[in-house]
């Protein structure tokens, strides 16, 4: 019993490794189903939200402990990383208990073990066909998917019948007394498990090697940053050295989403679907919204998970059309109120139809920095609304309904801001001791710097102190537009030794930042 348990287990764990690699490259070759990550996506959608919550939080907290550069990265790394480990961890525990059950039966495991990889199979294409992975009429995906299950299940069943061929000695009550036997018997088990291993081994390598050789470095095309100028190259204030980049490279761009992988969508097939209270449905497709007048604002986007001093944040150039231009063509019901819009991977929100009409920034994306949506940012189409979080603004966009009410979005019924605002943060990024002067009465001169950002309603100030000193004004550059970021710098006056520089701002109205101040050590000697 005890051995079946132990070869249950090994066999359960390497054939789920086996699966996880051959799944992975046909997810990397061909865009088709990942069911390891996918079934992660499908439990974190009907967790609770205050268990979902309580994940994000920990990652972040984590990530932050462990001082990982790229905090999104990390996340999504994280989260696969997850998926993968309580595959395994699933595989192990059902290898073991499949082992132990077959092992009242004489009977062949094949067969058995094929038609319950079909029946685990048909339940993934269900859940995958709720993600939205697969969609309709794909039926290579399903197939794909029912086939690497079940391939999953008759290789299972087969190599648990060798192991039974073999097993005189080591799985019978009364083991055979005859050493030779015995022996031949274990030499040939671990063949048989070597095999497998070898098998697993060879494939996890192949995924490893493809993944490393097909991972993004530079989107390709022109980016309308490669030839142009920022409309505040000729600010009077310049960065400090260390600074943030007051535009953040497409690569650098954080991505927070509800997704371990970015969902696929065929551009070819793909439509922007208008329904619900409108006198005349639409499909429209993304060569047509190229066609309307375009709107280009610089905005800063940040998530609403972002720590102070985090990396969730960032700003760059977005093209697209105005929700409002749109709408007002649209022959909208008298009852409608509000516009429903919907993500491929079942993300939702809604926004109010007055609040449109009153800002002609909010916007349908379809370019980044003059390129098309990446993939992971929310290709073909994404929307923008001014002064929200990033938790308020759908990617992926496949549908907009217009209802005759406000509904809850996708976090919101998780019990997250209803509001999704964001709110004045400052931070201090750098801080220059190469930089440093000196005053008549030999202090020290040390450029600081940083950003402040207070969404779409600006930034009136910024002040520094040193310790628990006053606060001194710094200076402030001219911002890209009124929806980016402010980037600020100060020389603060400090003695030798160590030191705690912190940073506080103000909203275009005065208000001051609510929360604690962002902080960063200096030492001077």
Not at 106 to 115: D, F, M, N, Q, V
């Amino acid at each position: 019993m005890a051995q079946r348990v132990r070869d249950g287990a090994i066999v359960g764990l390497l054939l789920t490794g086996l699966f996880l690699a051959v799944s992975g490259l046909g997810w990397k070759l061909a865009g088709l189903p990942f069911v390891p990550l996918d079934l992660f996506d499908w439990i974190a959608r009907v967790l609770p939200g205050s268990v979902l919550t309580a994940g994000i939080d920990w990652m972040v907290a984590i990530s932050l402990a462990l001082h990982v550069g790229n905090l999104s990265a990390a996340a999504k790394s994280t989260e696969q990383l997850m998926a993968i480990a309580a595959a395994l961890v699933i595989g192990g525990v059902v290898g073991s208990t499949l082992f132990v059950i077959l092992g009242y039966s004489e009977e062949p495991a094949a067969l058995p073990g094929a038609i319950l990889g079909a029946i685990l199979g048909a339940c993934a294409v269900l859940i995958e066909s709720q993600l939205n992975r697969i969609p309709s009429g794909a039926s290579v995906s399903a197939a794909w998917v029912v086939g690497s299950f079940v391939a999953a299940g008759l290789a299972f069943g087969r190599i648990r019948d060798r192991l039974e061929e073999v097993g005189t000695g080591s799985y019978s009550d009364r083991p055979s007394t005859d050493p030779r036997m015995t022996s031949a018997n274990v030499d040939r088990r671990r063949q048989v498990l070597l095999g497998l291993a070898c098998a697993t081994g060879f494939s996890t390598v192949l995924t490893a090697i493809w993944s490393f050789a097909s991972r993004r470095v530079r989107a390709p095309g022109a980016r309308w940053s490669d030839d142009h100028q920022l409309p505040n190259a000729e600010a009077a204030v310049t960065p400090v050295a260390g600074t943030r980049r007051e535009l953040t490279p497409l690569e650098d761009h954080y991505r927070i989403d509800i997704d371990t992988r970015v969902p696929t969508i065929d551009i070819t097939r793909w439509r922007l679907k208008i329904g619900g209270l409108i006198d005349h449905p639409l499909e429209l497709t993304l060569d047509q919204l190229r066609l309307e007048e375009p709107l280009h604002q610089f905005v800063t986007l940040s998530c609403i998970s972002n720590p102070v001093g985090g990396d969730l944040i960032g700003t760059t150039r977005w093209t697209g059309v105005s929700l409002r231009r749109l709408v007002g063509r649209w022959s909208a019901g008298p009852r409608a109120t509000h516009l429903k819009v919907m993500s491929a991977d079942g993300f939702f929100e809604t926004i109010a139809l007055d609040f449109i009409e009153r800002d002609p920034r909010v916007m349908l994306t379809y370019a980044w920095d003059s390129l098309p949506l990446l993939a992971e940012h929310g290709f073909p189409l994404r929307l923008y609304v001014p002064d929200l979080y990033g938790m308020k603004q759908p990617k992926w966009i496949v549908s907009i309904e217009l209802i005759d009410h406000w509904e809850p979005g996708y976090w919101v019924t998780r019990g997250w801001d209803r509001e999704g605002r964001m709110k004045a943060s400052s931070v201090v990024d750098a801080v220059d001791v190469r930089g440093a002067g000196a005053d008549r009465e030999g202090r020290k001169t040390v450029p600081a710097g940083g950003i402040a950002h207070g969404g779409a309603r600006g930034i009136s100030n910024v002040e520094v102190r040193v310790d628990a000193g006053e606060w001194h004004e710094a200076r402030l550059r001219d911002p890209l537009s009124d929806t980016t970021w402010v980037l600020w710098r100060a020389n603060v006056l400090s003695a030798e030794g160590d030191h705690l520089i912190s940073v506080r701002c103000y909203e275009a109205d005065g208000t001051p930042q609510a929360g604690g101040f962002h902080s960063r050590r200096l030492r001077l000697s």
